[in-house]
């Protein structure tokens, strides 16, 4: 379960334990989960991701297990994230799919395991 706050993001499990937080100094705008236990969101400016595990954490920012995809000139809406596929709502309201760059993500989801 995610909990999405105007500047905070926490990850909790289904009873609402948390497993990690993250403090944004933008507004987060929209996520979605992703298969590999990482949460995928967009603030005003970036597509970010952040990465948890199932045991208790400390912030994300510790932890370095946060990271940016891309740098965004309009506020999206994502909806969700398949196979380095990024779906989004824009701005105008129409439904994007984007590749992203995923390496730097790849490598952290890699060593995590």
């Given at each position: 379960v995610a909990?999405?706050?105007?500047?905070?993001?926490?990850?909790?499990?289904?009873?609402?334990?948390?497993?990690?937080?993250?403090?944004?100094s933008a507004k987060i705008k929209c996520?979605?989960?992703?298969?590999?236990?990482?949460?995928?969101?967009s603030t005003n400016s970036h597509i970010k991701y952040l990465l948890f595990t199932d045991k208790?954490?400390?912030?994300?920012?510790?932890?370095?297990?946060?990271?940016?995809?891309?740098?965004?000139d309009n506020p999206v809406y994502v909806c969700g994230f398949v196979n380095k596929h990024l779906f989004f709502i824009s701005r105008e309201g129409k439904v994007v799919r984007e590749e992203l760059n995923t390496?730097?993500?790849?490598?952290?989801?890699a060593l995590k395991r």
């Open positions: 909990l999405v706050a105007k500047n905070m993001i926490m990850i909790c499990t289904n009873e609402l334990k948390p497993l990690c937080s993250t403090k944004e996520g979605s989960f992703d298969s590999e236990s990482g949460f995928i969101y208790m954490q400390y912030t994300v920012e510790h932890l370095n297990n946060s990271g940016i995809f891309k740098s965004i390496s730097e993500y790849d490598l952290k989801v």
